[in-house]
């Protein structure tokens, strides 16, 4: 028996180890573990052994048994270590190369906006600034003087999220909030720009997208004045659109801004486009922020970069931008 024994665990891992994949082996365990294999006949055997003999003869078979095992499970490991190899060889992708008659994708005409306005600011002096998405109704709204019941909330469509006390948590509907953030995180002088993505209940059309992107710029020194606010948007008019453009201030109101305007820009062929909102930073927007209002001023202004871009390149339908054609995105 013993010896029988032998010969069965000796050919059980001679074909366990002659298997060359994964597929052979599983071939194999049914061949060695199976109802007619030699080691299921020598476990049926026992019970035609004297007593005396059937309890060292059944351990021996299971030992027997369990180092078969242990053999196909280190055969089967080696053999998924080696296949696994093998796949990522052949799955390689040479990256070093563009083969030839390939196209080399570029930044999207938005993000190509963005960047641009980067520039220009930074030439100018400014640092970027940035801010969370997910904004406190308090950042995005109260510390810019829009107190709850105040009309200027139900004007952003807010979008609010599941988190915390309702109506706490929202997407922020403008880039104003990172003045606040800026505010409470350095001391004047400041003279920061924060571009990103903002988010309103809209449906899109040619002119609205739920989600856009806006540029807010905020200065805050000693005494800074609104000749300071429209030299400022003159002198990025010209840096960012070319000679020949020019811009004019036009009064408004902004709950965060005292004296507010609209600021448009003028075409050489002499029509205007509206393009973002402007003023002095109002003083309990300077005090939410932990800034004296009585030793610093400072003024603020905030714009679509999305609508930039469409005026920059002549599209029409602010959707086009967001739809992923490269038919539409490869001319830009
Ligand atoms: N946050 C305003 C909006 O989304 C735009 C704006 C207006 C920003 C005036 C400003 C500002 O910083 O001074 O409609």
């Not at 030699?38 to 369990?66: C, F, H, I, W």
């Not at 659109?241 to 507010?260: A, I």
């Not at 920059?312 to 830009?332: A, C, H, I, P, S």
Request: aromatic share 8%.
């Amino acid at each position: 028996m013993i010896d029988e024994l032998n010969t069965i665990e000796t050919s059980a891992v001679a074909a366990i180890e002659g298997a060359t994949s994964l597929a052979a082996l599983a071939e194999v365990k049914t061949e060695v573990f199976g109802k007619s294999a030699p080691l299921a006949k020598a476990q049926r055997s026992l019970g035609t052994l004297p007593p005396e003999d059937r309890k060292s003869a059944g351990r021996a078979v299971n030992e027997s048994r369990g180092r078969i095992e242990r053999a196909l499970d280190a055969h089967r490991s080696s053999l998924a270590e080696a296949e696994r190899a093998t796949q990522l060889v052949a799955e390689r992708l040479d990256l070093t190369e563009v083969p030839e008659g390939a196209t080399v994708g570029h930044a999207h005409i938005v993000t190509q906006a963005w960047q641009a306005l980067e520039d220009v600011f930074v030439g100018m002096g400014f640092r970027v600034a940035e801010g969370p998405e997910v904004e406190t109704d308090w950042h995005n709204f109260d510390a810019l003087n829009i107190p709850p019941g105040h009309p200027a909330r139900d004007g952003f469509d807010t979008i609010y999220v599941d988190h915390g006390r309702p109506g706490t948590t929202l997407l922020r509907t403008h880039t104003s909030p990172v003045q606040i953030r800026t505010m409470l995180d350095q001391e004047p002088p400041i003279y920061i720009v924060a571009p990103g993505r903002v988010f309103r209940r809209d449906t899109a059309d040619a002119t609205h997208m739920p989600v856009f992107h806006q540029l807010e710029g905020l200065v805050v020194d000693r005494d800074i004045s609104l000749a300071d606010l429209a030299g400022t948007i003159e002198a990025f008019t010209e840096a960012y659109f070319g000679p020949g453009f020019t811009s004019r201030l036009r009064p408004n109101y902004f709950p965060f801004t005292e004296p507010s305007a609209e600021f448009d820009i003028q075409r050489p062929d002499g029509s205007w486009l509206e393009l973002g909102g402007c003023g002095m930073v109002h003083p309990n927007v300077l005090n939410a922020g932990g800034i004296d209002p009585e030793r610093w001023t400072g003024f603020a202004f905030g714009f679509g970069i999305d609508r930039l871009a469409a005026m920059k390149y002549g599209v029409d339908d602010l959707r086009e931008l967001f739809t992923g054609d490269v038919r539409f995105l490869n001319q830009f």
